[in-house]
């Protein structure tokens, strides 16, 4: 994406004025502002529920969300007689609770700086609070916002679960926005606020894309699911409803309306990555096991979680773009757009990254490191993420344990599964990427990539995905990077064909109720 620091340069011959051309005549209609997703939606199927939120509900903003400023503790330890084992021991204890009560707060709560861009240069807020207050528009209520997917903490609402539950509260008022994001419940977002209570900035955290909530209070209202990617959130449409996208349309070198058809392109639970550094909006045919299973399918990729990523390499949909210490980086820097330094040579190749060579995202200006808002968070972040388990299934709920059982010998032996998804990282240990030839599908993604391969799914928590938890029915399922293939049914048919395995109908359902035990906590 375009960072605001950087002076955009407009380019013909974009790869998405290819595309657009490709895609025929028909266009989407343009996303008004008056449905910006960046509000959290309370649940219809709550009778008669609604927010009645106070401009007077107020909850202190994070230390990190506030000032920009996280500080790891230093534990310094005092023995007698110099350092001793049991001293150091001790660091090691205080330092392990430290990384991860910092980590947790950066991932919910760290904008890095970004409402600067997403505020001050897209200017997203005022779409949010309308003209009532300072805006544009009519403003966002609540309700508007429930089918874009954002989430609400309902450990944040404090006293107001009660006029929640009693329909006293107002689901149409953008004033009921405004205190939610001043009551901090808005998961993934932060709102700043002028002294007269209009929005003066909002920002997005880590929190946004890979948390989601449990829905105990309502749907889409909650206790917080960190490292669950959000199946529901429409991150395309939230972008394609900012007031001002001249900045990334002149950055693409396309009009603004062929903006907002790609960005609403990518539907929910999706995003593209890679869009503002190659310019590439669409796959122009999707290949699985020699069969064109599409043509002119949106580039975005589906979001990944971000819990049970230890133990193993590489952790994004496409190879050798790094394990979570770069990606965390490298989003919080190019695609969140916050304050830090970030340098990847790779992205000066102007034959597979035009727009990020031209624009020189390859080595981010040389800042001081006092005002560095990314860098000192990312040990800190790091330690969080890999201590998020991914959620283990609960037999005869989530699947079937006698079919289970049956997949299990069949994952292992003649579906030959563990060959790559090696128990129990469920990914190979090593260097766990292919070409695309390897897994049967087309290159398109991997090409945007800098190896040109894909990276081995790890399994663990796919249940999830399959049974549709915490998601709207309509986006659940949806597997390999792009979601192609609806249910992991169609993931086993898809290796059935490719590698001729020969797997019977009863065989195959066993394998699925397999996949959807994982991980296993035998």
Not at 19 to 37: E, I, L, S, Y
Not at 400 to 424: I, M, Q, T, W, Y
Request: aromatic letters at 10%; charged letters at 20%.
């Amino acid at each position: 994406m375009l960072r605001a620091r950087h002076a955009p340069r407009s380019r013909s011959g974009n790869v998405i004025n290819k595309h657009d051309d490709a895609r025929g005549t028909k266009r989407r209609a343009p996303f008004r502002p008056k449905v910006v997703p960046l509000i959290i939606a309370a649940s219809l199927g709550l009778a008669g529920a609604a927010f009645v939120v106070s401009w007077d509900i107020a909850r202190a903003q994070p230390a990190s969300a506030a000032s920009g400023k996280t500080t790891i503790r230093r534990v310094e330890a005092k023995p007698t007689g110099g350092v001793s084992g049991p001293s150091f021991e001790a660091q090691v204890a205080a330092n392990t609770s430290d990384l991860f009560t910092e980590g947790r707060k950066t991932f919910r709560f760290d904008t890095f700086g970004d409402e600067d861009f997403w505020g001050g240069t897209l200017q997203l807020h005022q779409a949010i609070e309308g003209s009532a207050f300072g805006g544009v528009g009519a403003g966002i209520s609540p309700r508007a916002a429930l089918d874009l997917g954002l989430k609400v903490d309902a450990d944040a609402l404090h006293g107001v679960q009660g006029a929640l539950q009693s329909g006293r509260l107002d689901l149409d008022n953008p004033a009921t926005t405004l205190a939610l994001l001043k009551a901090n419940a808005v998961v993934g977002l932060t709102g700043f606020f002028n002294s007269d209570g209009s929005l003066k900035s909002v920002g997005i955290q880590c929190a946004l894309c890979h948390s989601t909530v449990d829905n105990s209070v309502a749907f889409g209202i909650g206790h917080r699911l960190d490292g669950w990617a959000n199946r529901d959130l429409d991150v395309g449409k939230i972008i394609a409803s900012a007031p001002n996208l001249t900045p990334l349309a002149t950055l693409l070198g396309v009009s603004v309306q062929t903006v907002k058809t790609v960005l609403q392109s990518w539907g929910p639970g999706k995003f593209d990555a890679e869009l503002f550094l190659d310019g590439k909006a669409f796959n122009p045919q999707q290949v699985s096991h020699g069969v064109v299973t599409g043509t002119n399918v949106s580039g975005a990729t589906l979001i990944p979680n971000a819990y049970g990523l230890a133990g193993f390499n590489q952790h994004t949909w496409t190879g050798a773009w790094g394990t979570v210490t770069y990606w965390n980086a490298f989003v919080a820097a190019l695609e969140m757009h916050g304050k830090g330094r970030f340098f990847d040579p790779r992205l000066n190749n102007p034959a597979q990254f035009p727009i990020a060579a031209a624009n020189g995202f390859g080595d981010l200006p040389h800042i001081s490191p006092d005002d560095d808002r990314i860098t000192p968070k990312l040990a800190s972040l790091h330690f969080y993420q890999l201590a998020l388990p991914a959620p283990s299934p609960r037999p005869g709920v989530d699947f079937d344990p006698a079919a289970a059982a049956r997949g299990d010998a069949l994952f292992s032996g003649k579906a030959g599964c563990n060959n790559c998804h090696v128990e129990p990282l469920w990914t190979e240990p090593g260097w766990n990427l292919h070409q695309p030839s390897e897994i049967g599908i087309d290159s398109f993604e991997a090409d945007r990539a800098p190896d040109h391969v894909y990276k081995t799914m790890n399994l663990a928590g796919v249940f999830v995905r399959e049974n549709g938890l915490f998601m709207q029915p309509a986006n659940k399922g949806r597997f390999f990077h792009d979601g192609r293939f609806a249910t992991l049914a169609a993931v086993v048919d898809h290796y059935n064909v490719f590698f001729n395995l020969g797997l019977t109908n009863q065989e195959k359902q066993d394998l699925v109720e397999y996949l959807k035990s994982l991980p296993s906590t035998s």
